[in-house]
C-alpha cells in the first residue's frame, strides 16, 4: 500500500496550490479519502474528505469555500485545491484513506501518506 502526496510548497498568502495524492496498492475506489494537516506540536487536523464515489464532499470549517477536494477512480487519485491561502494553512498536509467512509477523526483511517509541507508567506 502506498499514498503518495505531492504539490506541496511556497505560496503566498491569497494565491494558490494543489496537492496530488497517488494511491496504489489497494481497492482504491473502496476507499474514502481525507486530507488531513499538522503543525508541529498539534494534533492532526482534518481538512476534507471525499466519499469513495465522490459524490459525497466534506470540509472543516476553516477551509471551506477556499479548498476542493476531488478524486478519480481510474487514476486512483485524490487532490486538494487549496485557494485563497492564508499564513494559517502552513502545515504538513498528509492524504489518507478509510475504507468504505469518510470522518474526521485520523484514527479512523487504514492508511496514509508520507505528508507535504505547505508553507504560505504573508
Known amino acids: 500500500v502506498q499514498l503518495q502526496a505531492s504539490g506541496g510548497g511556497l505560496g503566498q498568502a491569497g494565491g494558490s496550490l494543489r496537492l496530488s495524492c497517488a494511491a496504489s496498492g489497494f481497492d482504491f475506489s473502496d476507499y474514502g479519502m481525507g486530507w488531513f494537516r499538522q503543525d508541529p506540536g498539534q494534533a492532526r487536523e482534518f481538512v476534507a474528505g471525499v466519499t469513495w464515489s465522490g459524490g459525497s464532499t466534506y470540509y472543516a470549517d476553516s477551509v471551506k469555500g477556499r479548498f476542493t477536494i476531488s478524486r478519480d477512480n481510474a487514476k486512483m487519485t485524490v487532490k486538494l485545491q487549496m485557494n485563497s491561502l492564508k499564513p494559517e494553512d502552513t502545515a504538513v498536509y498528509y492524504c489518507?484513506?478509510?475504507?468504505?467512509?469518510?470522518?474526521?477523526?485520523?484514527?479512523?483511517?487504514?492508511?496514509w501518506g508520507q505528508g507535504t509541507l505547505v508553507t504560505v508567506s504573508s
Open positions: 489518507a484513506a478509510q475504507k468504505g467512509m469518510v470522518t474526521k477523526y485520523a484514527s479512523d483511517y487504514d492508511y
